[in-house]
């Protein structure tokens, strides 16, 4: 860790002592929600179904970092096992461009662990599913815009075609990152300026006007939904803000490991493309951070609605509610923001911590629970939310069921306990 990068721990720990009390229960949390996702056989082989490839991506990134962070050699060895019999499964999805072409965005957050392993292992096979998803990254639809369809659905391309979700920016941006200069074949929607493009031509059509992010647009303006003018879906959706947040941080944080690796003076391209994301960030994070100050005054706590732009909101019948994963990520990029020293301002790193912590607070109490057996199980997790059908309003969103042990939601609590056993030291 650079000075720098120990100044501002230090500075966070500080600050956590100043605005909130660390949860005198947090240590360990994350090893045994690992531990119970791994009993549960969750995460063992890749799905290409429904939220399949996302949830694989997050648990394959909460994987990453317990291996790092315990001391356990046990774990660390069962961990590291774990993590590379099932990225192996996911292979056999990418073996030609074209089919892979046919999967969601989230593909690529797969590709990003695959990357990392093939610098560890150098497999041949990994480099090869590597190589497939490079080529179907140069080759995915894109609206007159530019911007990158979030998935090209053969079987209901009137249902698909020309939308795009902000769920996409989790997978896309550090795949596109790693994936400039690497000897590869190279396309324009690899590197820092390209996806700081895709982030910013989301960003311009689905901040609601306040700073928050709507679900998505279509491009055509053909769904039901689409705001006449933009193509704007109507709500805020918790979860899909969280992706798009969470994938603005890993890219800052990839962009620094870039500069990190090749010299110690950002080019130009990267210099520009990192302070422009940075930028996006702070604005996103003093958004989100209105929005749960409004949550902590209704229910006097933190927590991040299922849409967050109608909070404690009821329509006939259907209740919004506080959802978990959305919560979870939010603690976790919150904290995380704060250690990597993205968030400069005082008051808002303030701010952020004791939101960050107050939401972990929330839903440990509230959603966490020990079976006799010792594993963990997390309720409260929404279910897929998509913007195909035609009418996708807020009683849309509210009706969504909820689920157990939700691989999103449980890697998302691994992801944000982590991140607060570094701060609480």
């Given at each position: 860790m650079t000075p720098a990068k120990l100044l501002s721990l230090f500075a966070a720990i500080a600050a956590v002592a100043q605005t909130s009390q660390c949860p005198q229960n947090v240590h360990g949390q994350a090893s045994q929600m690992m531990a119970s996702n791994i009993a549960r056989s969750q995460g063992a082989a890749a799905s290409s179904s429904g939220t399949g490839l996302i949830e694989l991506g997050i648990f394959y990134q909460a994987l990453r970092e317990s291996i790092?962070?315990?001391?356990?050699?046990?774990?660390?060895q069962t961990w590291t096992a774990y993590l590379h019999n099932s990225t192996a499964t996911a292979i056999p999805l990418f073996t030609n461009a074209t089919s892979a072409i046919g999967l969601p965005l989230d593909r690529f957050s797969i590709g990003t662990e695959m990357?990392?392993?093939s610098h560890e292992t150098q497999s041949a096979s990994l480099l090869s599913a590597i190589s497939t998803l490079q080529d179907s990254l140069a080759h995915q639809p894109r609206n007159t815009n530019g911007g990158l369809w979030?998935?090209?659905?053969?079987?209901?391309?009137?249902?698909?075609?020309?939308?795009?979700?902000?769920?996409?920016?989790?997978?896309?941006?550090?795949?596109?990152?790693?994936?400039?200069?690497?000897?590869?074949?190279?396309?324009?929607?690899?590197?820092?300026?390209?996806?700081?493009?895709?982030?910013?031509?989301?960003?311009?059509?689905?901040?609601?006007?306040?700073?928050?992010?709507?679900?998505?647009?279509?491009?055509?303006?053909?769904?039901?939904?689409?705001?006449?003018?933009?193509?704007?879906?109507?709500?805020?959706?918790?979860?899909?803000?969280?992706?798009?947040?969470?994938?603005?941080?890993?890219?800052?944080?990839?962009?620094?490991?870039?500069?990190s690796a090749t010299s110690h003076v950002m080019t130009l391209?990267?210099?520009?493309?990192?302070?422009?994301?940075?930028?996006?960030?702070?604005?996103?994070?003093?958004?989100?951070i209105v929005a749960l100050e409004r949550a902590l005054q209704i229910n006097d706590r933190y927590g991040v609605w299922q849409v967050v732009d109608l909070p404690g909101a009821s329509i006939n019948?259907?209740?919004?509610?506080?959802?978990?994963?959305?919560?979870?990520?939010?603690?976790?990029?919150?904290?995380?923001?704060?250690?990597?020293?993205?968030?400069?301002?005082?008051?808002?790193?303030?701010?952020?911590?004791?939101?960050?912590?107050?939401?972990?607070?929330?839903?440990?109490?509230?959603?966490?629970?020990?079976?006799?057996?010792?594993?963990?199980?997390?309720?409260?997790?929404?279910?897929?939310?998509?913007?195909?059908?035609?009418?996708?309003?807020?009683?849309?969103?509210?009706?969504?069921?909820?689920a157990n042990n939700s691989l999103i939601g449980t890697s998302a609590f691994i992801l944000a306990s982590l991140e607060l056993e570094k701060l609480c030291g």
């Open positions: 790092a962070a315990t001391n356990d050699t046990a774990d660390k990357m990392r392993q979030y998935y090209d659905n053969r079987n209901n391309l009137t249902a698909y075609r020309n939308l795009s979700y902000t769920d996409g920016m989790y997978s896309y941006p550090t795949f596109a990152i790693l994936s400039a200069g690497n000897g590869t074949r190279q396309s324009d929607a690899v590197g820092p300026a390209a996806v700081l493009k895709q982030l910013e031509i989301l960003a311009a059509i689905c901040d609601d006007g306040t700073g928050l992010l709507v679900h998505g647009y279509d491009a055509l303006k053909a769904h039901g939904w689409a705001d006449p003018e933009t193509g704007a879906s109507p709500s805020v959706w918790g979860r899909s803000q969280a992706w798009y947040t969470l994938g603005v941080l890993e890219a800052l944080e990839a962009l620094e490991a870039l500069q391209d990267l210099k520009v493309s990192y302070s422009n994301m940075k930028l996006l960030f702070n604005s996103l994070i003093k958004a989100q019948g259907s209740q919004n509610f506080i959802e978990t994963s959305a919560s979870l990520m939010t603690a976790y990029f919150l904290l995380k923001s704060v250690r990597l020293n993205i968030l400069e301002d005082t008051k808002l790193r303030n701010k952020a911590i004791k939101a960050g912590v107050g939401l972990w607070e929330n839903i440990f109490e509230t959603h966490v629970t020990r079976n006799a057996n010792g594993t963990l199980d997390l309720s409260g997790t929404s279910s897929i939310a998509s913007l195909s059908a035609q009418i996708v309003n807020a009683k849309y969103y509210f009706d969504r069921p909820t």
